[in-house]
C-alpha cells in the first residue's frame, strides 16, 4: 500500500544464540506517529537499528520508505532523519553552526542551509541565542532544536530514540507541538520513550516484551483492551510478566 512508510515482516535480529528482536511484524502509515515501547532491555534500540538501515536483520524482512533494509541501506538513510539523547548536538558550536553543519550532512545546499537556518531560528524564537553556543541552552530547548534539525531535510520518517529524557512534562508537552507540525506535514514519526504522558500523544503505540510485540493499537483501545485506567497500568500489566531487564 502507497501509504505505509514503514513494513516489517518477522523481522528479527540474533546476537549468537540470543534473540534481541524477535519476528516483530508491523506497519506504520504516512504522517501517523507511532510509539515504540518496551521496557529497558526489551529490544527496541535493536529494532531501531535495523529500521534506520544501520544493524542488518538476521532473518525477516522491513521496508522502509519504500527501501529494503537488506539491500538499501544507503536510500534509507537519505530519507530518515534521526534523533537520540545519546546522539545529539554539538555543545562547543552555536546554534547557528549546529544547523548548518547538520543540514549539510542531510544533504541541504548553501543556500538552502542560510535560508532555513534563519527561518528555523525565528520559529524557534532563538534569535537571541543563534551565535550563542548550544551548551548554554537549557536542556528543553537542545531537545527542541535538534528535533528541528532532524527534519531539516524533510525526511519521510524522523525517528526518536527517547527524545525528551531528563525533563519535565510540560517541557515535554512543548516538544510535542514540534512532532505534531511535523506529521502535519506528512513526516511519519517512531518514537521510543519510557514516558507514559508521551505514549497517550501517539496515534498507535507498540509495546515490546522480551523481544516481542506484545500489544499494538492507539491508547484508547490498549486501555480497553487490558481494561486499565492509565497507559501506565497497560505498560504495567505487560512489562510485569518480562524476563529481561538491564
Ligand atoms: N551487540 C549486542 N550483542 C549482544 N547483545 C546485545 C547487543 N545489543 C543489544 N543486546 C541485548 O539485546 C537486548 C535488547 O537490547 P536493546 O538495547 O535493543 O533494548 P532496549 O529496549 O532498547 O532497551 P533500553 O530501553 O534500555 O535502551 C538486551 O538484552 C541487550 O543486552
Redesign the pocket.
Given at each position: 500500500m502507497e501509504n505505509v512508510v514503514i513494513k516489517t515482516d518477522k523481522l528479527t535480529k540474533r546476537?549468537?544464540d540470543?534473540i534481541?528482536?524477535n519476528e516483530i511484524t508491523f506497519e506504520v502509515k504516512k504522517g501517523e506517529i507511532f510509539g515504540f515501547l518496551?521496557?529497558?532491555?526489551?529490544?527496541?534500540?535493536?529494532?531501531?537499528?535495523m529500521l534506520c538501515g544501520l544493524s542488518m536483520p538476521s532473518s525477516g524482512t522491513a521496508t522502509i520508505a519504500g527501501f529494503n533494509v537488506y539491500k538499501q541501506t544507503e536510500d534509507i538513510k537519505r530519507n530518515i532523519g534521526y534523533m537520540s539523547q545519546k546522539f545529539s548536538l554539538y555543545e562547543d558550536l552555536t546554534v547557528l553552526e549546529n544547523i548548518r553543519f547538520f543540514g549539510g550532512i542531510y544533504g541541504l545546499s548553501n543556500r538552502e542551509l542560510k535560508s532555513k537556518g534563519e527561518e528555523l531560528v525565528e520559529q524557534l524564537g532563538l534569535q537571541k541565542e543563534a551565535k550563542k553556543l548550544v551548551q548554554a541552552l537549557p536542556l528543553g530547548w537542545k531537545q527542541k532544536l535538534s528535533f528541528s534539525v532532524a527534519v531539516l531535510h524533510q525526511p519521510k520518517i524522523v525517528f526518536l530514540?527517547?527524545p525528551t529524557g531528563g525533563v519535565d512534562p510540560v517541557t515535554r508537552r512543548q516538544f510535542w507541538d514540534l512532532i505534531y507540525e511535523a506529521s502535519a506535514k506528512g513526516i511519519t514519526i517512531f518514537v521510543?520513550t519510557?514516558y507514559m504522558d508521551e505514549a497517550e500523544y501517539c496515534d498507535r503505540l507498540s509495546i515490546?516484551v522480551d523481544?516481542k510485540i506484545e500489544a499494538l493499537d492507539s491508547p484508547a483501545n490498549l486501555k480497553k483492551q487490558f481494561k486499565a485506567a492509565s497507559m501506565d497500568d497497560v505498560f504495567y500489566q505487560l512489562a510485569r510478566g518480562a524476563k529481561?531487564s538491564?
Amino acid at each position: 500500500m502507497e501509504n505505509v512508510v514503514i513494513k516489517t515482516d518477522k523481522l528479527t535480529k540474533r546476537f549468537g544464540d540470543f534473540i534481541a528482536a524477535n519476528e516483530i511484524t508491523f506497519e506504520v502509515k504516512k504522517g501517523e506517529i507511532f510509539g515504540f515501547l518496551g521496557a529497558n532491555g526489551a529490544g527496541k534500540t535493536t529494532a531501531m537499528r535495523m529500521l534506520c538501515g544501520l544493524s542488518m536483520p538476521s532473518s525477516g524482512t522491513a521496508t522502509i520508505a519504500g527501501f529494503n533494509v537488506y539491500k538499501q541501506t544507503e536510500d534509507i538513510k537519505r530519507n530518515i532523519g534521526y534523533m537520540s539523547q545519546k546522539f545529539s548536538l554539538y555543545e562547543d558550536l552555536t546554534v547557528l553552526e549546529n544547523i548548518r553543519f547538520f543540514g549539510g550532512i542531510y544533504g541541504l545546499s548553501n543556500r538552502e542551509l542560510k535560508s532555513k537556518g534563519e527561518e528555523l531560528v525565528e520559529q524557534l524564537g532563538l534569535q537571541k541565542e543563534a551565535k550563542k553556543l548550544v551548551q548554554a541552552l537549557p536542556l528543553g530547548w537542545k531537545q527542541k532544536l535538534s528535533f528541528s534539525v532532524a527534519v531539516l531535510h524533510q525526511p519521510k520518517i524522523v525517528f526518536l530514540d527517547e527524545p525528551t529524557g531528563g525533563v519535565d512534562p510540560v517541557t515535554r508537552r512543548q516538544f510535542w507541538d514540534l512532532i505534531y507540525e511535523a506529521s502535519a506535514k506528512g513526516i511519519t514519526i517512531f518514537v521510543t520513550t519510557h514516558y507514559m504522558d508521551e505514549a497517550e500523544y501517539c496515534d498507535r503505540l507498540s509495546i515490546m516484551v522480551d523481544g516481542k510485540i506484545e500489544a499494538l493499537d492507539s491508547p484508547a483501545n490498549l486501555k480497553k483492551q487490558f481494561k486499565a485506567a492509565s497507559m501506565d497500568d497497560v505498560f504495567y500489566q505487560l512489562a510485569r510478566g518480562a524476563k529481561r531487564s538491564d
